[in-house]
Protein backbone atom coordinates (compact mmCIF):
# COMPACT_ATOMS: atom_id res chain seq x y z
CA UNK A 1 0.00 0.00 0.00
CA UNK A 2 1.06 3.88 -0.35
CA UNK A 3 1.19 4.42 3.14
CA UNK A 4 3.98 1.35 3.77
CA UNK A 5 5.82 2.42 1.15
CA UNK A 6 5.97 6.21 2.67
CA UNK A 7 6.82 4.06 6.36
CA UNK A 8 9.97 2.70 3.85
CA UNK A 9 10.64 5.91 2.58
CA UNK A 10 11.10 7.23 6.12
CA UNK A 11 12.93 4.90 7.40
CA UNK A 12 15.29 4.31 4.66
CA UNK A 13 17.44 7.05 2.44
CA UNK A 14 17.60 5.73 -0.43
CA UNK A 15 13.92 4.44 -0.97
CA UNK A 16 11.78 7.13 -3.02
CA UNK A 17 8.26 6.98 -3.25
CA UNK A 18 6.02 8.81 -6.23
CA UNK A 19 2.18 8.64 -6.21
CA UNK A 20 0.69 8.50 -9.53
CA UNK A 21 -2.66 7.80 -10.86
CA UNK A 22 -3.04 4.35 -12.94
CA UNK A 23 -2.21 4.40 -16.31
CA UNK A 24 -4.09 3.02 -19.53
CA UNK A 25 0.02 1.92 -20.16
CA UNK A 26 2.32 0.25 -18.17
CA UNK A 27 4.56 2.02 -20.51
CA UNK A 28 3.77 5.51 -19.26
CA UNK A 29 4.48 4.72 -15.58
CA UNK A 30 7.87 3.43 -16.52
CA UNK A 31 8.97 6.24 -18.53
CA UNK A 32 8.11 8.34 -15.89
CA UNK A 33 9.74 6.27 -13.12
CA UNK A 34 13.14 6.26 -15.95
CA UNK A 35 13.19 10.10 -15.42
CA UNK A 36 13.80 9.78 -11.92
CA UNK A 37 17.15 7.45 -11.93
CA UNK A 38 19.73 8.79 -9.63
CA UNK A 39 22.03 5.81 -9.47
CA UNK A 40 24.33 4.15 -11.49
CA UNK A 41 22.71 0.93 -12.28
CA UNK A 42 18.43 0.04 -12.43
CA UNK A 43 16.54 -2.93 -12.61
CA UNK A 44 12.80 -3.48 -12.92
CA UNK A 45 10.74 -5.80 -10.55
CA UNK A 46 6.97 -6.99 -10.99
CA UNK A 47 4.52 -6.23 -8.03
CA UNK A 48 3.81 -10.06 -7.99
CA UNK A 49 6.70 -11.68 -8.21
CA UNK A 50 9.73 -11.96 -5.38
CA UNK A 51 13.43 -13.05 -6.05
CA UNK A 52 15.88 -14.80 -3.87
CA UNK A 53 17.65 -12.56 -1.17
CA UNK A 54 20.83 -12.53 -2.94
CA UNK A 55 19.05 -11.21 -6.22
CA UNK A 56 20.20 -7.96 -6.69
CA UNK A 57 23.78 -8.60 -4.92
CA UNK A 58 24.82 -11.04 -7.58
CA UNK A 59 23.76 -9.26 -10.42
CA UNK A 60 25.77 -6.39 -8.99
CA UNK A 61 29.02 -8.28 -8.43
CA UNK A 62 28.76 -9.69 -11.75
CA UNK A 63 27.85 -6.43 -13.41
CA UNK A 64 30.64 -4.79 -11.52
CA UNK A 65 33.30 -7.49 -11.43
CA UNK A 66 33.36 -8.20 -14.85
CA UNK A 67 32.60 -4.69 -16.21
CA UNK A 68 29.61 -5.32 -17.93
CA UNK A 69 27.28 -3.18 -19.25
CA UNK A 70 24.34 -5.23 -18.60
CA UNK A 71 24.25 -8.18 -15.81
CA UNK A 72 21.15 -11.05 -16.34
CA UNK A 73 20.13 -14.41 -13.89
CA UNK A 74 18.18 -17.42 -14.27
CA UNK A 75 14.75 -17.67 -13.57
CA UNK A 76 11.68 -19.58 -12.39
CA UNK A 77 8.43 -19.47 -13.94
CA UNK A 78 5.64 -20.92 -11.38
CA UNK A 79 2.05 -20.31 -9.86
CA UNK A 80 1.66 -18.44 -6.33
CA UNK A 81 1.23 -21.61 -4.83
CA UNK A 82 3.79 -23.62 -5.87
CA UNK A 83 7.72 -22.94 -4.60
CA UNK A 84 10.20 -24.71 -6.71
CA UNK A 85 13.36 -25.81 -4.87
CA UNK A 86 16.52 -24.25 -6.47
CA UNK A 87 18.57 -26.71 -7.25
CA UNK A 88 22.27 -26.84 -7.15
CA UNK A 89 24.55 -25.58 -9.97
CA UNK A 90 26.72 -28.20 -11.89
CA UNK A 91 30.17 -27.49 -12.52
CA UNK A 92 29.76 -27.08 -16.23
CA UNK A 93 26.58 -23.87 -15.21
CA UNK A 94 29.28 -21.29 -14.95
CA UNK A 95 29.21 -17.77 -15.52
CA UNK A 96 28.90 -16.54 -19.24
CA UNK A 97 29.94 -13.80 -21.18
CA UNK A 98 28.45 -12.23 -24.88
CA UNK A 99 29.46 -9.85 -27.49
CA UNK A 100 25.74 -7.32 -28.47
CA UNK A 101 25.31 -9.80 -31.16
CA UNK A 102 25.75 -13.04 -29.27
CA UNK A 103 23.08 -11.19 -26.79
CA UNK A 104 20.89 -9.96 -28.88
CA UNK A 105 20.77 -13.49 -30.58
CA UNK A 106 20.17 -15.12 -27.26
CA UNK A 107 17.52 -12.35 -26.45
CA UNK A 108 15.93 -13.01 -29.77
CA UNK A 109 15.59 -17.10 -29.24
CA UNK A 110 14.94 -16.88 -25.69
CA UNK A 111 17.22 -20.19 -24.59
CA UNK A 112 19.02 -18.78 -22.12
CA UNK A 113 17.11 -15.03 -21.54
CA UNK A 114 14.54 -13.56 -22.99
CA UNK A 115 12.76 -10.06 -23.61
CA UNK A 116 11.64 -9.45 -19.91
CA UNK A 117 12.80 -6.34 -17.82
CA UNK A 118 13.76 -7.91 -14.67
CA UNK A 119 16.18 -10.83 -13.76
CA UNK A 120 18.24 -8.13 -15.43
CA UNK A 121 20.64 -5.53 -13.84
CA UNK A 122 21.59 -2.41 -16.60
CA UNK A 123 24.26 0.30 -15.98
CA UNK A 124 22.08 3.98 -15.94
CA UNK A 125 24.77 5.41 -18.77
CA UNK A 126 23.12 2.52 -21.30
CA UNK A 127 19.57 4.67 -21.44
CA UNK A 128 20.48 7.23 -23.70
CA UNK A 129 17.28 8.45 -23.77
CA UNK A 130 15.54 5.08 -24.49
CA UNK A 131 11.66 4.40 -23.37
CA UNK A 132 9.07 2.10 -23.51
CA UNK A 133 6.61 2.51 -26.89
CA UNK A 134 3.17 3.42 -25.35
CA UNK A 135 1.67 2.06 -28.24
CA UNK A 136 2.98 -1.95 -27.66
CA UNK A 137 1.03 -3.69 -25.14
CA UNK A 138 2.31 -6.83 -25.93
CA UNK A 139 5.78 -7.48 -26.08
CA UNK A 140 7.27 -3.99 -24.69
CA UNK A 141 9.70 -5.06 -22.47
CA UNK A 142 10.99 -6.98 -25.53
CA UNK A 143 11.26 -3.58 -27.01
CA UNK A 144 12.83 -1.72 -24.57
CA UNK A 145 15.80 -4.37 -23.93
CA UNK A 146 16.21 -4.62 -27.63
CA UNK A 147 16.93 -0.69 -27.39
CA UNK A 148 18.74 -0.87 -24.78
CA UNK A 149 21.47 -3.99 -25.86
CA UNK A 150 21.98 -2.05 -28.58
CA UNK A 151 23.91 0.60 -26.57
CA UNK A 152 26.03 -2.14 -25.02
CA UNK A 153 29.33 -4.26 -25.40
CA UNK A 154 29.57 -6.73 -22.87
CA UNK A 155 26.88 -8.59 -21.37
CA UNK A 156 27.41 -11.46 -18.15
CA UNK A 157 25.36 -14.21 -17.57
CA UNK A 158 24.62 -16.32 -14.34
CA UNK A 159 22.59 -19.62 -14.83
CA UNK A 160 21.66 -19.73 -11.00
CA UNK A 161 17.54 -19.02 -11.04
CA UNK A 162 17.39 -16.11 -8.42
CA UNK A 163 13.93 -14.09 -9.71
CA UNK A 164 10.61 -16.03 -9.19
CA UNK A 165 8.01 -15.24 -12.11
CA UNK A 166 4.55 -15.51 -10.77
CA UNK A 167 2.19 -16.79 -13.78
CA UNK A 168 -1.06 -15.19 -12.91
CA UNK A 169 -4.58 -16.07 -14.09
CA UNK A 170 -4.68 -13.23 -16.95
CA UNK A 171 -1.43 -14.51 -19.03
CA UNK A 172 -1.56 -14.11 -22.38
CA UNK A 173 -2.33 -17.64 -22.89
CA UNK A 174 -5.46 -18.00 -20.18
CA UNK A 175 -6.64 -14.49 -21.21
CA UNK A 176 -9.60 -13.96 -23.49
CA UNK A 177 -7.51 -12.69 -27.10
CA UNK A 178 -8.01 -9.14 -28.15
CA UNK A 179 -6.45 -6.68 -30.60
CA UNK A 180 -3.72 -5.07 -28.37
CA UNK A 181 -2.26 -8.69 -27.99
CA UNK A 182 -1.00 -8.39 -31.78
CA UNK A 183 1.09 -5.29 -30.78
CA UNK A 184 3.37 -8.31 -29.92
CA UNK A 185 4.10 -8.40 -33.95
CA UNK A 186 4.39 -5.15 -34.34
CA UNK A 187 7.76 -5.25 -32.06
CA UNK A 188 8.97 -7.61 -33.89
CA UNK A 189 8.32 -5.47 -37.21
CA UNK A 190 10.51 -2.46 -35.29
CA UNK A 191 13.24 -5.47 -34.60
CA UNK A 192 13.21 -6.97 -38.10
CA UNK A 193 13.94 -3.58 -39.43
CA UNK A 194 16.84 -2.64 -37.04
CA UNK A 195 18.69 -5.97 -37.69
CA UNK A 196 18.12 -6.46 -41.58
CA UNK A 197 21.54 -5.86 -42.47
CA UNK A 198 22.71 -8.82 -39.82
CA UNK A 199 21.71 -12.22 -41.58
CA UNK A 200 22.07 -13.64 -38.26
CA UNK A 201 19.98 -11.69 -36.09
CA UNK A 202 17.50 -11.19 -39.04
CA UNK A 203 16.77 -14.84 -39.10
CA UNK A 204 15.87 -14.76 -35.07
CA UNK A 205 13.63 -12.31 -35.60
CA UNK A 206 11.56 -13.33 -37.95
CA UNK A 207 11.78 -16.95 -36.54
CA UNK A 208 10.55 -15.60 -33.50
CA UNK A 209 7.91 -13.41 -35.31
CA UNK A 210 6.71 -16.50 -36.96
CA UNK A 211 6.11 -18.37 -34.07
CA UNK A 212 4.39 -15.46 -32.41
CA UNK A 213 2.26 -15.16 -35.47
CA UNK A 214 0.87 -18.96 -34.75
CA UNK A 215 0.30 -18.53 -31.42
CA UNK A 216 -2.15 -15.19 -31.86
CA UNK A 217 -3.81 -17.58 -34.85
CA UNK A 218 -4.43 -20.35 -32.18
CA UNK A 219 -6.06 -17.40 -29.73
CA UNK A 220 -8.35 -16.06 -32.32
CA UNK A 221 -9.55 -19.62 -33.05
CA UNK A 222 -9.84 -20.87 -29.65
CA UNK A 223 -11.44 -17.34 -28.89
CA UNK A 224 -13.50 -17.43 -31.81
CA UNK A 225 -12.35 -13.72 -33.02
CA UNK A 226 -12.90 -13.15 -36.62
CA UNK A 227 -11.25 -10.94 -38.47
CA UNK A 228 -9.77 -11.62 -42.06
CA UNK A 229 -7.78 -8.69 -42.22
CA UNK A 230 -5.68 -9.70 -39.00
CA UNK A 231 -5.70 -13.31 -40.14
CA UNK A 232 -4.42 -12.49 -43.44
CA UNK A 233 -1.48 -10.53 -42.06
CA UNK A 234 -0.77 -12.88 -39.66
CA UNK A 235 -0.87 -15.88 -42.22
CA UNK A 236 1.20 -13.99 -44.71
CA UNK A 237 4.33 -13.48 -42.51
CA UNK A 238 7.34 -15.14 -43.35
Not at 228 to 237: G, S, V, Y
Request: net charge positive; charged share 25%.
Amino acid sequence: SLALLNEYAKKYKNIEVYPKQNEASISKTRNFLLTKIKSKYFTFFDIDDYAEPTYIETLYNSLTSYDADVSMCGKLRHSENKTPKIKQLENNQSIMFFNRQEAIAELLSSKLFNGTVWAKLYKTSTLKNINFDPNIHYGEDLDFVFQLMQNCERFVYSPKPLYHYIIRKNSLVTSKFNLKKVTCVDCYDKIINAVKDDPILLTCAKSMQGLIAIEILYYTWRDKYKDKQLKHRLNNIK
